[in-house]
Every structure is written in C-alpha cells, then in structure tokens.
C-alpha cells in the first residue's frame, strides 16, 4: 500500500546553483508508492473511501497512453478490490493490443493490474464529459464511480492539502508542476500566509489561471509560470534529458521528463536569474512520474534520440 511517511524533506545541493544563496528542498511524493506515486496518490485517497462508502465495485477514469494517472488507479483498483475500467486516447491503440503492450509499458502495467480498456478516437475523447458519453458508458459498463482525467475533483483536493504540512512552514516559496491544476490548488489552499507558490504548467494553454481559481476562493499567494513547457504536454529537449540526467547523476533523485523534470529546469534557471531574494528557501514538490520514464524512453529511442537515465 502507499506510504505517506515517505515522502521525506531531502535537502539539494546542486553544482549549477552552488554560488547562489539559496537553500533548496526536495518533499519526495514520488517515493510513497513505486506506481501510485506523488499528486496521484493524493489525489486519490478520498475518492476510494467514497467510493467505498456508495459501495461501488468499479472505477471508470480516462487518460492518454501513457498517463501516470491511469497506472496509478490501475494499481490502486488492484490493492484496493476495485475493477478498474481505462477509457484511453487514441483508437488505433487497441487495433493490435499485444503489439501496444509491447511498445507502452504503461497500459501493459495497467492491464497486468487487470484494467480493462476501451480506446476511443481523439474526438470522441474530447467528447467525454458530455452526457450522451456518459450514458453509453453506463450502458456498457455498469455502475461505476467516475474518476476525472487526471483525477482532479473536489476530493482530489482534499487530498493535495495534505502534501504541505507543518514541516514545510519554513519555506518561502513552494514550486510545483501543473497539469490539471488540482495538486497546486491543493498546495494553494494549505500554504501559510508567508508562502508563494509558483506553479509551472507541463502544457500549454491559458485556461489554467480559470481552473484553479474553481478550487481556491480569494487566495493571492500564488502565480504561474509559463516559461518552461519545452513546446507543450510530453513534448521534450535534448537539453531538458539532459539536465535530468544530469541532476540525477549529481543528487540521485530521478525527475520525469513531463512534470517535475520541467519544473525543476524553471526553478533552476530562475535561480540564476536572481528571481529569489538572497536567502529564499525554496521548495519543490516532487509529484512522481518516474513510471513514465520507460515509455518516454520508447519513444526517444525511435527518433534516435539521448535517453533518460534509469
Ligand atoms: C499528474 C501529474 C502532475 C499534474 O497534476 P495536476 O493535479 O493535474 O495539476 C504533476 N506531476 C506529475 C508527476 C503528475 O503525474
């Protein structure tokens, strides 16, 4: 089962840094659970207590091919006696099952957890919170509690403020990665007066600001920066595999190169830009990720590209 106890505070010492006057922390999410890791466990943990307590058999969520958030409710479902139920994008996904087993570790590590899949077309998926969606699914499926893509909703919150605690009050500021939007505003709702939280979204897109504001009421200790998606959701560099290899080498905490990898590239480069006051302490929250580093890896290695280091 995951283990909250630990996500540790690690402290980073880091040669790229090393001049700057800034202490720098790491709050390890990813190491609660090997696949359950981070945000997603958070995220999570309310929505399985309620599902138990409406007596549900079944979790329906969605997701992309390679979606830490499907592994995690795969492997959840499993631990927790759930079938789980993936609707995932991309049709042409499901025309040769074994073959996509074979190129995507992520969906074959949700099916060994016994996730049944339905894989739809990019637009139907576009379509899926629409009724009539939702209609057929029952129709197909059952009953079921619906998790959301990415797992962000009202519980999924409640969970996130869980990640800042009384040992994370030191901090100035708190940095996180963003794609939903649910784990910031989680942080958000937590973080003590005296702390700013910068989120870094993994994607572009200006509808984000608009999302989380839904979560967070009044609060203003919070900003975005857009700086550091590398060209948009799963997109990356030749520089930004090597920075996290680099980092890993040098500190020997592994980022993935959709989330965390990103926003530690912005957290340091804004260092050596002297956007923090001489000082600061900073922290990271590191959301997990590290099971999609092997299927990214797939990928690198077809373009002949420099792979991330395991
Ligand atoms: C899903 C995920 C995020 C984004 O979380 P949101 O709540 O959707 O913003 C960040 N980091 C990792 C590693 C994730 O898997």
Redesign the pocket.
Known sequence: MPNIENSILQKITFSAIKEKNISLYIKREDLIHPTIS???YRKLKYNILEAQSQGKKTLLTFGGAYS??IAAVAATGKECGFKTIGIIRGDELGNNIEETFLSNPTLKYAHDCGMEFKFVTRAVYRDKNSEVFNANLKNEFGDFYLIPE?G?NELAIKGCEEILSKDTDQFDYVCV????????SGIINSAKEHQNVIGFPALKGNFLEGEIRKWIGEKLNWKLNFDYHFGGYAKTTDKLIHFINNFKQETEIPL?PI??GKMVVGVVDLINKDYFAKGSKILFIH???IQGIQGMNAILRKKNKQTLKL
Request: proline share 0%; net charge neutral.
């Open positions: 981070g945000n997603k830490n958030h990415g962000t990665s963003i794609g939903t939007g649910g784990t910031i993935d989330y965390t959301t997990g990720g």
